[in-house]
């Protein structure tokens, strides 16, 4: 089975910053995907950025980036120019390769963007 | 296109009742899944349907839970007899076949059992 791990809890960040937030997981698949979503306080869950595994290029989407290191499985998340609407809870998730299997999330960091 | 539609947002029960909720997927998407997340937690997944067909349901607790995805209509997730442990937000996402793009999520239900 995939576990996923989100080592902190909360975090804050000053606006503008720069904030990474780290995820690492387990599995014995060699290829899969990885995501990040966004809930917050309307708690909608929003995509932010996703990663397949069989490509070495990290994913890159505006001001959101990730560093996925694959033999270390490491995917964190990386904001820059941190903006108060960033502030909400976000989880990493792993979901097979075959598709339309359940995605396995970690427990969440809260990130809080502040003025 | 309206998105994956969730209904009741918000739903209180009392314990012993029956809770339902419902799911629309969004429009060309045939599957869908449902999650639970307990306060402070990731979510948990639940059940996968298809229409008509329950493909996965490693995650429903077995007893008192049930879910169907029938030809017409909502998703419905259906929990007999709450208690106080049920109270937690239920999502539902949809996808379409052989996604891999992650699936797109609803709102939510917020499920308090009194």
Known sequence: AQTVTQS???MSVQEAETVTLSCTYDTSESNYYLFWYKQ???RQMILVIRQEAYKQQNATENRFSVNFQKAAKSFSLKISDSQLGDTAMYFCAFMKHEG???LVFGKGTRLSVIA | NAGVMQNPRHLVRRRGQEARLRC???????HVYW???LPEEGLKFMVYLQKENIIDESGM????FSAEFPKEGPSILRIQQVVRGDSAA???ASSPPNSYYGYTFGS???LTVV
């Open chain 1, 8 to 10: 902190q809890p909360e």
């Open chain 2, 61 to 64: 607790p077995k007893e008192r």
């Open chain 1, 100 to 102: 339309n299997t359940p």
């Open chain 1, 40 to 42: 917050p306080p309307s």
């Open chain 2, 35 to 37: 999650y639970r997340q």
């Open chain 2, 108 to 110: 939510g239900t917020r």
């Open chain 2, 24 to 30: 629309s997927p969004m429009k060309g998407h045939s």
């Open chain 2, 90 to 92: 239920y999502f539902c």
